[in-house]
Nanobody
Framework: QVQLEESGGGSVQAGGSLRLSCVAS????????MAWFRQAPGNQRELVAA???????NYADSVRDRFHISRDNAKNTVYLQMNSLKPEDTAIYYC????????????????WGQGTQVTVSS
C-alpha cells in the first residue's frame, strides 16, 4: 500500500509564496513520475507541473516562470515552490505519483494525495 502525505498549503496575499511538499511511503521499486495538479471550484483538475526521475520537468503555461517543481528521490518527496501567487492560483492542489511496484517492469500505478488548499487573496 502506498500513501501520500501533502503539506504546505494555506492562505497568502497576491504576490506571496508557498511551498508544497508531498511524501510517498510504502513498498515500491521506484517512482518514475511525480506531479502536481490543481482543481478550482467548477473547474476540471489540471496539471500544474510534473517531473520524471531523471530531472526533466514540464509546466502549465499559466505557472511557468512562477512555480518550480523539484524532487528528492532519496526521500520520495516532491515539492512545488510557488512564487508570485495570483488569486487565480486558488485551488486544491493534489500530488500524483506513478510508481513502479517491481524493478525491471514497465507497468506503473498511480496514486493521488488527499489535496491541500491554497487560497490567494487580492
Amino acid at each position: 500500500q502506498v500513501q501520500l502525505e501533502e503539506s504546505g498549503g494555506g492562505s497568502v496575499q497576491a504576490g506571496g509564496s508557498l511551498r508544497l511538499s508531498c511524501v510517498a511511503s510504502g513498498r515500491f521499486a521506484s517512482i518514475p513520475t511525480m506531479a502536481w495538479f490543481r482543481q478550482a471550484p467548477g473547474n476540471q483538475r489540471e496539471l500544474v507541473a510534473a517531473m520524471v526521475s531523471g530531472g526533466a520537468s514540464n509546466y502549465a503555461d499559466s505557472v511557468r516562470d512562477r512555480f518550480h517543481i523539484s524532487r528528492d528521490n532519496a526521500k520520495n518527496t516532491v515539492y512545488l515552490q510557488m512564487n508570485s501567487l495570483k488569486p487565480e492560483d486558488t485551488a486544491i492542489y493534489y500530488c500524483k505519483i506513478d510508481i513502479r511496484e517491481r524493478a525491471f517492469t514497465a507497468s506503473t500505478r498511480s496514486y493521488w494525495g488527499q489535496g491541500t488548499q491554497v487560497t490567494v487573496s487580492s
